[in-house]
């Protein structure tokens, strides 16, 4: 059982307090730049920054999904998701560049033994990059329109 990752990273012409804001918003802003591999999102407890409780699916792929209670922790610029039914850690870092913040998003989880662990290693994350990608490239849209 090896440690799996994605990281995917995105420019956006924001300040970094307004991009962590955005991240750190899970009433408004993150449902609505969820893509479609998330559904049944709802929030549990909070829905702004340090202590929200989040629940959703996530459709990796049309047989495999993963059913996420997201804790939130906001430490600086950093907006962290811990899912309590399972290992998986979803980090937000948002860093000041140029006129505007360079935010990169990176999830880890404790993957498979054996060949099957071989297989999540080699095509979960290039699968998980896409969705990133997906909702970066959404949080970018609503920040810079």
Known sequence: MGQVSATQSIEIAAAPDAVVAALADYSEVRPAILPEQYRDYQ????????????????????????????AVSVAGS??????????????????GSGS?????????????????????????PKGLNRIQ???????????ES
């Open 78 to 95: 950093t907006v962290t998701e811990t899912d309590e039914n399972s290992s998986m850690v979803t980090k937000y870092t948002v860093a």
């Open 100 to 124: 505007g913040s360079r935010v990169t998003t990176t999830t880890t989880w404790n993957g498979a033994g054996g060949i099957g662990g071989f297989f999540e290693k080699t095509f979960a």
């Open 43 to 70: 929030v549990i407890s909070g829905g702004n920054g340090d202590g929200t409780l989040v629940h959703w699916i996530l459709q990796a792929t049309s047989k495999r999904q993963r059913d996420v209670k997201a």
């Open 133 to 143: 990608a997906a909702l970066l490239g959404n949080l970018k849209k609503r920040l």
